[in-house]
């Protein structure tokens, strides 16, 4: 299964309009002009993300999940390699000290990654007409395999990823980090059929 | 919470509402208070009655300053929200619960959260965890760490310091960047007087130094203020009438460290650390600056040793040289003096000839002219005296010979062995030509042509005259290399166990051989070896067969005055080489001259 290339150019824009809230938001919160990018956007069946990710994540891994249910239902999950969580905590908190995650240090990555998830999901919602529910984000700090272990869904039907290659962009650092939304085939199909009707609707 | 049975979620709902260690408060679709928990009320100057029903951004207006009243619309949107501690300090500003932290209000990790019923959603549940206790903490040990992290620095600093007095000021600025201090003062102890001298000062007008160049050790602001060295923090200078305080007072300081420097017992001065922005200094500061002094007190101890250790090195350079010039004198003194001798012996020699020449020549005329008339006893006296003055003769002649081989200049150069043998046996009686066997290869040897010759020439002598009546002499020559320096080596045992050696290293010269060549630190050696079957040498005497006019035990026997060999010995030492001798009596001998690679 493959995004054609019609199809990764508008999740990749809606993602984007996403992630523009999100930049927003983090901004905001923190004063500092932060932006986030999508360079690269596919798909994959779920059995080959983790030795995907395995290989561009070699270190211990950040990772904060939300489960997200309605119409198109799966899991969403923000991970950043252990170093850039850790700088991007120094980074938002002024804080250049912090070499290890505390207990506020966790906080700060489990709200990064609830606002970027947020965002995501709520543009689906509003963008797509679809009405979506998400659960308390869960932070995870772990080996790629280990996190990943316990993001499949629990339904037995075949299961895609999204991989979405993120790049965050604040005070001359980039840190880089993965959307991964996890999504049963029908949510999938549904999310196709309504990034289609979303297209129609942009171009009337 | 819809799939459970009523009487469950009532208990929940009270568990929640008198006993959750958190505050949880639930709001309607426009922000007003539907529920206040025991928690909210605990903690918020409100109890439930006043808060419910009314907005919660009228309750705390700080929301909406802050601008988080997004969240609470995103929330009613679906949207779960966290809120870090790290990011927004709290949510609700309520008093704070550890005093000691110094923070204004509580510090929190909220959630907003929609309150959805069936499909709906009713409003907003707020969660909130109180967090002042951690982060107290955390910042506890941020602040000992960083403390942890300038005490280590400043042991590095200290004791890598080649001037401890500059180091103290860059470690004054780290600290005061960490502490806020902004003036600092050492004070050292010079010699045994009670007063203390201004060694270092940072943070004052140069014109105010001067005031401070020196202060008495005992009744100072700097000075010690009783017997127990302790380190001391003075606070509230500017309110003070203390005598002692009115320098710091002029100052503008408010509050300063006072601390002592010791090493061990004894007192070499004080270290002060002062602040005009704040009157009080804590417990922990002065800890931290006592810990300081310390390593000060020993990199200053330490460079004081150092500076002794310095002189009394210097001191000994001194006496090293005096004495070396002493050596020298002496030497050269020395050296006058064997030279003296050596012309002495010359000249005395050199003028013996004369009259000797006259006696004997005074003998022949007698022997000529009147051996007729001059009856048998007279003849018989005659000959006896030409005998005598034959004999005085060889005496003067070998004695100049020796002492020519001393006061002559040396030049070595690379001189073939076969080429001196050659010249030799060319010129030799056909006895020596007869008993002679050489083995080949012949090397090269660093020496003077003539010596060795003359060497050679005095070992050929002796092998020929020193045998059995009646026996035929065998010599026997080679030569080797030797590798092994003369000290090291364990010497080989052909003949008899003692052995005589003359030369090498050590012993006065009068002057050290001149060279073609360049010396080399441990040249490469070679021995030839003269080997004869004679009388041989008996042990006793082996020790002494080098010296001037020494001859074995059966003297009387052989002609000769015995200065062969001492010949030899001083043309080798001369040439810079050494000889020796492995003798067994009734055997034979062998003797060897060893010299520098050729």
């Known amino acids: 299964m493959e995004l054609t290339p019609a199809q990764a150019d508008a999740l990749t824009e809606l993602i984007n309009i996403g992630y523009a809230r999100a930049a927003g938001a983090l901004s905001e919160l923190t004063g500092y002009r932060i932006s986030l990018e999508v360079p690269h956007v596919a798909i994959y069946p779920i ?37 850039a969580a850790l700088l991007l905590n120094r980074l938002l908190t002024n804080r250049p000290e912090v070499q290890i995650f505390d207990g506020a240090a966790r906080e700060v990555i489990t709200e990064v990654g609830n606002i970027v998830l947020n965002a995501c999901l709520g543009v689906f919602g509003n963008l797509l007409h679809v009405q979506v529910n998400f659960t308390v984000p869960n932070l995870k700090i772990d080996s790629v395999r280990e996190v990943l272990k316990g993001v499949t869904l629990e339904r037995q039907e075949l299961q895609y990823a999204l991989m979405i290659h993120t790049r965050f962009h604040m005070r001359t650092n980039d840190v880089s980090g993965y959307l991964v939304i996890i999504l049963g085939v029908v949510s999938f199909d549904r999310l196709v059929l309504e990034l289609k009707k979303w297209e129609e609707r942009q171009l009337t | 919470m819809a799939d459970q049975p ?21 709001t309607d679709v426009d922000f007003r208070v539907q529920t206040w928990n025991h928690w909210m009320e605990i903690h918020s100057e409100f109890n439930s009655q006043r808060a419910i029903g009314r907005s919660l951004f009228e ?20 949207e779960i929200n966290l809120l870090a501690t790290a990011l927004h300090e709290y949510l609700l500003p309520l008093s704070t619960t550890v005093r000691e932290s110094g923070y204004q209000h509580m510090r929190q990790t909220a959630r907003i959260a929609p309150l959805v019923l069936g499909e709906q959603t009713k409003g907003v549940i707020i969660v909130i965890e109180d967090v002042t206790q951690r982060e107290f903490q955390a910042a506890i040990l941020r602040t000992q760490h960083e403390r942890d992290q300038i005490l280590s620095w400043a042991l590095a600093y200290l004791l890598k310091a080649r001037d401890p007095r500059r180091t103290i000021r860059e470690v004054f600025f780290k600290v005061a960047e960490h502490l806020d201090f902004d003036t600092y003062f050492l004070y050292l102890f010079e010699g045994s007087t009670d007063a203390i001298k201004l060694h270092s000062v940072g943070g004052v007008p140069p014109e105010t130094e001067q005031q401070l160049a020196s202060l008495p050790a005992n009744n100072s602001f700097c000075g010690f203020e009783s017997e127990s060295g302790k380190a001391l923090a003075i606070g509230d200078v ?54 300081i002094a310390e390593y000060l007190a020993v990199a200053l101890n330490r460079e004081s040793t150092d500076l002794a250790l310095r002189d009394a090195q210097q001191a000994l350079g001194e006496h090293a040289k005096q004495l070396e010039i002493k050596v020298a004198e002496r030497t050269a003194s020395l050296k006058e003096t064997i030279s003296e001798l050596e012309t002495f012996s010359y000249s005395l020699a050199h003028d013996l000839r004369a009259p000797i020449r006259a006696l004997i020549g005074y003998c022949d005329v007698l022997v000529e002219d009147y051996s007729l008339t001059f009856p048998e006893e007279a003849n018989a ?20 010979q020796f002492t020519k081989v001393s006061r002559q200049k040396i030049l070595l150069s690379v001189v073939p062995i076969s080429e001196v043998l050659a010249d030799i046996v060319s010129s030799a009686p056909p006895r020596l030509k007869e008993a002679l066997v050489i083995h080949e290869p012949l090397l090269e040897v660093l020496a003077q042509r003539t010596l060795l010759q003359q060497c050679l020439v005095n070992l050929f002598d002796n092998a020929l005259k020193f045998v059995e009546p009646g026996a035929s002499p065998q010599i026997t020559l080679w030569a080797e290399k030797v590798d092994v320096p003369l000290r090291n080596r364990a010497l080989p045992l052909p003949f008899s166990p003692a052995r005589y050696l003359v030369g090498g290293t050590g012993g006065i010269d009068t002057e050290k051989p001149e060279s073609e060549i360049p010396p080399k630190p441990n040249p490469p050696r070679v021995r030839i070896w003269v080997e004869d079957r004679g009388i041989g040498i008996p042990v006793e005497s082996q020790q002494k067969v080098f010296g001037i006019f020494e001859r074995g035990p059966n003297y009387e026997r052989y002609e000769g005055t015995g200065i062969g060999l001492a010949i030899v010995a001083r043309a080798m030492q001369r040439m810079g080489g050494s000889c020796g001798v492995e003798s067994e009596r009734g055997v034979g001998s062998r003797f060897w001259l060893e010299f520098l690679q050729g």
């Not at chain 1, 395995?54 to 939300?66: D, W, Y």
């Not at chain 2, 009523?6 to 505050?23: D, S, T, V």
């Not at chain 2, 009115?246 to 070499?268: H, N, S, T």
Request: charged share 25%.
């Open chain 1, 47 to 83: 059995s080959e993300i983790t030795p995907l990710l395995e290989e561009v994540i070699t270190s211990e891994v950040a990772s904060v999940n939300q489960l997200f249910s309605g119409p198109i239902s799966g899991n969403a999950i923000l991970l950043l390699d252990r170093e």
């Open chain 2, 6 to 26: 009523p009487a469950q979620n009532e208990a929940m709902l009270a568990w929640i509402q008198e006993f959750a260690p958190y505050g949880v408060v639930t």
């Open chain 2, 59 to 78: 309750l705390f207006p700080d929301l909406i300053e802050r601008r988080l009243v997004e969240r609470f619309h995103r929330a009613l949107a679906g």
């Open chain 2, 238 to 291: 500017q309110s003070s009438s203390d005598e002692k305080l009115l320098i710091p007072r002029q100052l503008g300081i408010r509050a300063y460290a006072l601390l002592p420097l010791l090493v061990g017992e004894r007192k070499i001065g004080t270290l002060c650390f002062a602040t005009r922005t704040r009157a009080v200094i804590d417990k922990e500061e002065l800890g931290l600056l006592s810990t």
């Open chain 2, 381 to 400: 006296v005659v000959q006896r005296l030409l005998l005598a003055c034959g004999r005085l003769d060889v005496l003067t002649r070998d004695l100049l």
